[in-house]
């Protein structure tokens, strides 16, 4: 009897530190972020502290309590139920691209982003036939009928933007563009990165694309309807900062579409089906929202 009551205590033991281990071993993985299409797995999950990791002990930088005006650079304002940041567009590099429109140059602009650049099909593998990079080439031909312009896209679905910055040698430089616009954040704040970390890893491309004498314009994110949004909404004053740091362009189209949905009184349950990717048809507003802080209507 002895022996065999050694025995159940050991069994105990060890039953107990086999599961200690397994745990321990869920929860590293449920902190490692998923080098896969985050956005996917996760887009209509809710936020909860222990799937958003946001390696930060500090509070967000916006009041919980948003404004309902822009009084101030960086507040941050409510539309249509859907918090952004009040930030003004910085021109620079556009009124580069279009002095180079207007002459009639030969101009490579290249689109590199995540998914809303790949113009990911809601509910498929497929892309819509309209994705905004190919949208802004049409209209800015239009603007523009002497305009040697050539659009190239490079969306990547899931990608964040430490992914952008260790594939840009390939997918970007090797293109050789004059111009490159930057839409990277969403699928950043989906996989938990602090607004440190992901504004070193937008720093990297930009610094690379700079020593090539390749003018940037950093886009925000588009907005997306999920409570990943708010967390993401912190790394907007962070884009910003760079490209008054490197003398980037900046248009601010979070803010630009919701106000866009507010005035055409849009359904954001249409516009955003899945939460974060656009309807086949509301793909183009981000090209014409684009558009219209280009040629300044």
Not at 90 to 102: E, F, N, S, V
Request: hydrophobic share 35%; aromatic share 10%.
């Amino acid at each position: 009897m002895k022996y065999l009551y050694l025995i159940f205590i050991s069994s105990l033991f060890w039953a107990c530190g086999n599961n200690s281990s397994q745990t321990n071993q869920a929860n590293n993985t449920q902190n490692t972020p998923n080098t896969e299409d985050t956005i996917s797995q996760a887009v209509s999950q809710p936020l909860t502290s222990d799937t958003m990791n946001t390696h930060e002990n500090k509070k967000s930088t916006f009041s919980s309590n948003a404004q309902k005006t822009c009084e101030n650079e960086g507040d941050t304002l409510t539309i249509k139920g859907v918090k952004t940041v009040c930030l003004d567009h910085l021109r620079g590099p556009i009124d580069k691209l279009l002095t180079a429109l207007q002459k009639g140059d030969s101009t490579k602009l290249v689109c590199f982003g995540n998914s809303i650049t790949n113009g990911y099909k809601v509910g498929s593998f497929g892309t819509v036939a309209n994705p905004y990079p190919y949208v802004l080439e049409k209209l800015l031909k239009k603007k523009y009928p002497n305009a040697g312009l050539k659009v190239v896209k490079e969306g990547h679905n899931g990608w964040r933007s430490d992914q952008g910055a260790k594939n840009l040698s390939q997918l970007v430089l090797a293109k050789k563009p004059d111009f490159v616009t930057l839409m990277f954040g969403i699928n950043d704040a989906y996989s938990g990165w602090s607004t440190t970390f992901f504004q070193q890893q937008m720093e990297r491309i930009i610094t690379q694309l700079k020593a090539q004498n390749i003018e940037v314009i950093i886009l925000g994110f588009t907005p997306f309807t999920t409570s990943y949004n708010e967390k993401a909404i912190n790394y907007l004053p962070a884009l910003k900062s760079l490209a008054q740091k490197h003398k980037c362009g900046f248009i601010n189209l979070h803010k630009a579409l919701l106000k866009r949905a507010k005035k055409d009184n849009l359904d954001l349950d249409k516009v955003f089906p899945d939460e974060v990717h656009f309807g086949d048809e509301y793909y183009a507003l981000i090209a014409e929202e684009i558009f219209g802080v280009m040629v300044g209507k």
